[in-house]
């Protein structure tokens, strides 16, 4: 390549540089006192130095998290085709076409396929109909809305963690789950509004859990959402994944159990301290974060019967599965971890014999609820034999 090069002034040139070097020492060299004097110095956890965020690259959060919400990333217009999204190019509509077959766990024929692409909203809503009685549709909304007010808080926290997490790969991971938060919210938001059910405000209960959550500090959020909120929405869409017109929750399923992953992987590279594991005031404010889970699900047990889930089967399913994910990610010890499985038993078990005329004890904490094979794969992966 050849470039007719310009004259310039060599000693206007020094001066710019030397001016630069003057400034930048300078303002680095403040905002490291202002840092070390307990003020505000440099904003950003970045290195410019090394070209990567604090802490590091960390490549394998990026491959387990970002690389990997990419590679399963799905778009709307696939999987609801009567919804307003317009989310997919003309080779992914095709791609996706053949993908939801698998999903489905079924090969559907040239025809049925085009009757799916072509379904409209018109269609969907008469099969909601068809399948679903009135009563049925407002349980069905009622369990929806409880997580789908739980994705706008997974988008606020997992966007509000994004100053909190030390490394690139993290960031990135992150990035990742701020992303699918917000496609969750908006699609759950559409699927719900479907139904033509006037969808319920928050519980109080749901309001203590993600507003507690969301004004946690730095990674007890980790905790707040990606165990414990991510727990219940993993088995809500576990639980209803299989039901007419609720296909889609697979997919959903899939990009929380990834969530869920997130704070053992992170952990692993940037161990908490063990204050921040375990003192007494950190379990103290990671159990009144954990507490109002409990009265939600007895709130929802009339709308869990009504879908023929037993209400302590999905609390039992749900809490062994906020154990295993905390004792994962060093919240727990073993024998903690074993405790609590069985303080969980015991008070459903109580509140079962003061609540049903019949009951008999039984093991709550073993149960599973989730119901389709996919998603029991996914979940063996994620939580290993439960
Ligand atoms: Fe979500
Ligand atoms: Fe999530």
């Not at 095709?94 to 692409?117: C, F, G, H, S």
């Not at 706008?152 to 509000?160: E, G, I, K, M, R």
């Not at 159990?257 to 921040?276: D, I, V």
């Not at 727990?332 to 019949?358: I, K």
């Amino acid at each position: 390549m050849h470039f007719q090069k310009l004259a310039i002034n060599e000693r206007a040139a020094a001066v710019n540089r030397n001016l630069e070097r003057a400034v930048n020492a300078w303002v680095r060299g403040r905002d490291l006192f202002r840092s070390r004097i307990g003020l505000r110095g440099r904003a950003a956890a970045y290195d410019d130095l090394h070209y990567e965020f604090l802490g590091g690259p960390s490549d394998e959060l990026r491959r387990k998290h970002y690389d990997k919400s990419l590679r399963l990333l799905w778009k709307a217009q696939g999987a609801l085709p009567w919804s307003t999204f317009r989310d997919q190019s003309a080779q992914e509509r095709r791609a996706a076409l053949v993908e939801l077959d698998a999903l489905a766990e079924r090969a559907l024929n040239e025809e049925e396929r085009e009757l799916r692409e072509r379904i409209t909203s018109r269609e969907f809503r008469d099969l909601l109909d068809r399948e679903y009685t009135a009563r049925q549709k407002e349980a069905v909304v009622a369990i929806l809305t409880a997580i789908g007010h739980g994705e706008a808080y997974a988008w606020l926290v997992s966007a509000s963690l994004l100053p909190h997490v030390q490394s690139t790969g993290a960031r990135a991971a992150l990035t990742m789950q701020v992303l699918e938060e917000a496609k969750h919210f908006v699609v759950m938001r559409e699927l719900v509004l479907a139904f033509g059910i006037q969808p319920p405000r928050q519980s109080a209960w749901e309001y203590l859990l993600l507003e507690g959550t969301l004004k946690s500090k730095g990674l007890d959020r980790f905790f707040g959402m990606n165990i414990l909120v991510e727990s219940i929405a993993l088995s809500i869409f576990g639980g209803l994944s299989t039901l007419p017109g609720l296909e889609v929750l697979r997919l959903f399923h899939l990009d929380e159990s990834r969530h869920t992953a997130l704070p053992a992987n992170y952990f692993k590279e940037f161990p908490m301290s063990a204050r921040q594991r375990s003192s007494a005031r950190s379990r103290l404010r990671r159990l009144g974060m954990a507490l109002p889970t409990l009265p939600l699900i007895m709130l929802l047990e009339p709308d869990l019967a009504e879908l023929g889930i037993d209400a302590f089967d999905f609390a039992g399913s749900v809490m062994r599965k906020v154990t295993h994910l905390s004792l994962r990610a060093g919240f727990l010890n073993e024998r903690e971890a074993a405790r609590q499985n069985r303080l969980f038993n015991e008070a459903f078990n109580a509140y079962c014999r003061l609540t049903r005329p019949d009951h008999e004890r039984r093991d709550f904490m073993s149960a599973e609820t989730t119901a389709g094979r996919a998603e029991l794969a996914v979940e063996r992966e994620v939580f290993g034999a439960h």
